[in-house]
């Protein structure tokens, strides 16, 4: 079973609370949050309560401020968790597949993808993603490209839109497939 470990200071000081599941609503555990433990499995932890907010997609280790998770700041107010077997089941061979398009509902231009992308531009010659569809394993979408900025978490299905994936608009640099990285 996975777990976390929240801190309300940098450098794991300060009072903290540990979880093991999913948690909609962090608030009444702690009141900000400044460093990370994650001691197993992956986990998101959203900055709003209910899964909603800037995600960001955490592995295995230490995060002593929230910089290090790509933070904007000390606020977070709900996880959850992904185990390595549900990421990495052994049926699937340990293959991922995705499509991209350039716009709303699958339309226009179309890429398929089966490997990490650390520039959208210079792979898809569109900066925007209006649409998606995981076919097989998990992704990161990230705002810039080399995997920096705004992270969004891609699990198996269709995206319409960017707002399905929890995006403030189309813009994605670049993205990953959730492996041990």
């Given at each position: 079973m996975g777990k976390i470990i929240f801190y309300e200071d940098r450098n794991f000081q300060g009072r903290h609370y540990e979880c093991s599941t999913d948690c909609a609503d962090l608030h009444s555990f702690f009141s900000r949050c400044n460093s990370i433990r994650v001691d197993s499995d992956w986990w998101v932890v959203y900055e709003r309560?209910?899964?909603m907010g800037y995600q960001y997609v955490l592995s295995r280790g230490?995060?002593?401020d929230y910089q290090r998770w790509m933070?904007?700041?000390d606020s977070i107010r709900?996880?959850?968790t992904y185990p390595y077997t549900c990421l990495h089941p052994p049926h699937s061979g340990g293959s991922y597949r995705?499509?991209?398009y350039e716009r709303p509902d699958f339309g226009g231009q179309m890429m398929e993808f089966q490997d990490d992308c650390p520039s959208v531009?210079?792979?898809f010659r569109y900066r925007d993603i209006h649409s998606s569809h995981v076919m097989d394993g998990y992704w990161i979408f990230y705002e810039h490209p080399n995997y920096r900025g705004r992270?969004?978490?891609m699990r198996p299905g269709e995206y319409r839109r960017f707002s399905d994936w929890g995006g403030y608009n189309s813009t994605i640099g670049s993205f990953r497939c959730m492996r041990d990285f």
């Open positions: 309560p209910n899964y230490e995060y002593p933070g904007f700041n709900s996880c959850r995705m499509k991209i531009d210079d792979s992270q969004y978490f």
